[in-house]
Each structure stands twice: as structure tokens, then as C-alpha cells.
């Protein structure tokens, strides 16, 4: 990356990363287009190499400025530090839709930066996702975990809870227009039947 991208006027350095996030978000590495990138942010195709020497550049700038963005919402503390692990990984989503205003895309790349295997960019993503990982489980250090823990299969649970608000966000980001609102009604529809359940 030229370091000169941080000389553009901040909008169009946010239109430039909002674009490439949509287009990675939706096609991963592999397949997106920086033609695509330039339609979605209306920025020319010239100004994107003069800044980017490659996509691979390109992604591995995107991929670590997401991560950094995210992981200085997640950084603050909980707003319910003795709250039980389920309201601590709810809070989780709503700060991530808190970041939709600026980065419109911003949840649906961090949820594909964590599944990319494309080997060109695998290595460059390493040590970020697992600052990442870290920062969300340190998040949730705090939280009450005796009434998952009461089960034997509690870990089998957490995944289950992971796999479910992955799918609602995908799905969520299908529809038209995404609604981080009625993304966060269905967590919380999903979370209050897993804790009845419990």
C-alpha cells in the first residue's frame, strides 16, 4: 500500500474501503473483481493501482485495517462486565452493527476474513485473526459461564451459537438492504431460546 492513500480526503478513502469490503465480503478473495470495486465506490481504476499495487496489497490493507477497526470497538470494556456469556456475545454483535454506519459491510467481511483459505493471502491473515479471536474471547473473559457450563456438551453449545449468528448475518446481508435492527432481533430471538432451553 502507498502511503500516500492516507493524503486522500477521508471520504474517498472510506468509499475506496467500503467498496473493496463489499466486493471481498460477497465474493472472497479469490473471485473479486477490482473492476467490480470500481463501480460499487465510483472511484477510477487508475486510482486504485496507484495506491494498491495489486489485489493481493489491496486485501491484505482492507483484511488489517477491518481487524484493527473492530478490535478497537471490541477493546472497550463491556457495558455488562457480570453479565452471563449469552448478553456478553449478544453486546458483541450489537458493537458489530454499531460499525455498519461507517463500514456498511464491515460484519460480513470480518465474517469472511475468518473463513478466506485462498493460499495468497492465508499467511497474511494469520497472525490478525488471531489477535481477533483473542480480543472477542477476551471480551467475554468476564462473563458468567455456570449456566452453560452446567451442561456436559456446553463447547458443543458455543459452536452451535456461533454457526447460528453466522448463518442469520449471511442471510441478513442477502436481503435487498441489510438491517442491522433486524439483524439484532434475530440474535436476540436466537439467544433467549437457547437460554430457555438451558
Known amino acids: 500500500m502507498n502511503d500516500k492513500f492516507y493524503s486522500l480526503k477521508k471520504e474517498k478513502q472510506d468509499r475506496m474501503i467500503n467498496g473493496a469490503m463489499q466486493v471481498f465480503a460477497k465474493k472472497g478473495y479469490a473471485l473479486a473483481s477490482t473492476d467490480e470495486m470500481v463501480r460499487v465506490s465510483n472511484v477510477s481504476k487508475g486510482l486504485w ?8 496489497g489491496l486485501y491484505d490493507f482492507v483484511a488489517s485495517y477491518s481487524l484493527k ?37 464491515l460484519p460480513l467481511f470480518l465474517y469472511s476474513i475468518v473463513r478466506e483459505d485462498d493460499p495468497d493471502v492465508e499467511e497474511t491473515l494469520r497472525v490478525p485473526r488471531q ?68
Not at 439484532?184 to 433467549?192: A, C, K, M, P, Y
Open 69 to 105: 477497526y473492530a478490535m478497537l470497538e471490541l477493546m472497550i470494556k463491556p457495558t455488562k462486565p457480570s453479565a452471563d456469556y449469552l448478553e456478553l456475545r449478544y453486546e458483541i454483535e450489537e458493537r458489530k452493527i454499531r460499525m455498519v454506519e461507517k463500514y456498511p459491510y
Open 131 to 198: 489477535r481477533y479471536a483473542e480480543q472477542i474471547a477476551a471480551f467475554t473473559m468476564s462473563a458468567d459461564m455456570s449456566a452453560l457450563k452446567a451442561h456436559e456438551d456446553y463447547l458443543l453449545i458455543l459452536d452451535m451459537l456461533e454457526y447460528t449468528m453466522d448463518a442469520l448475518l449471511v442471510d441478513g446481508y442477502r436481503a435487498p438492504v441489510f438491517s442491522g435492527e433486524r439483524y439484532l432481533s434475530e440474535v436476540r430471538r436466537h439467544i433467549d431460546a437457547l437460554r430457555a432451553l438451558l
Open 49 to 56: 493501482f496507484h495506491y494498491f499495487e495489486s489485489k493481493q
